[in-house]
């Protein structure tokens, strides 16, 4: 029989991704410097990850891909993807090995991303244009 675990918002601090990602690696700076994360469930291989994002305003994260599928869901502010504009309420859901990229509306953006296990996977679409050349 599992355990319940709860999550209480006062516990748990955002860390700005610059904490988090090394310096240098295919986050690029501005979204590491622009971006704070708290952990609501961290995840395992057997067990979901829930973690809340916080997005400085007019943030440009550009085209990006994780390994395993995601559900973000628009708490606060706003994401512009090309033409549309998701709000609060609004939820997206990103299969995994998929590109996207998203531009923050003016006011910020704080959203929950829910992934069935832990991932940390973060692939450019420019280091993945890489790849394929110098396997060609």
Not at 64 to 88: C, N, Q, T, Y
Request: one cysteine or more; aromatic letters at 10%; proline letters at 7%.
């Amino acid at each position: 029989m599992g355990k319940i675990r709860f999550f209480d918002p006062s516990e748990a601090e955002f860390r700005r991704s610059s904490e988090l990602t090394p310096a240098g690696g295919n986050v690029g700076e501005a979204e590491r410097m622009g971006t704070a994360v708290r952990f609501h469930h961290m995840g395992t291989e057997d067990e979901p990850q829930l973690f809340e994002v916080d997005l400085d305003p007019d943030l440009v994260v550009p085209s990006h891909a994780h390994s395993k599928d995601e559900i973000i869901v628009i708490l606060d502010g706003e994401i512009r993807m090309g033409k549309r504009v998701f709000g609060p309420g609004s939820s997206l859901l990103v299969p995994g090995e998929t590109f996207y990229g998203f531009t923050v509306g003016p006011r910020g953006c704080r959203f929950l991303n829910f992934r069935p296990m832990a991932d940390g996977a973060y692939q450019t679409y420019d280091d993945y244009l890489k790849q394929q050349r110098s396997s060609s």
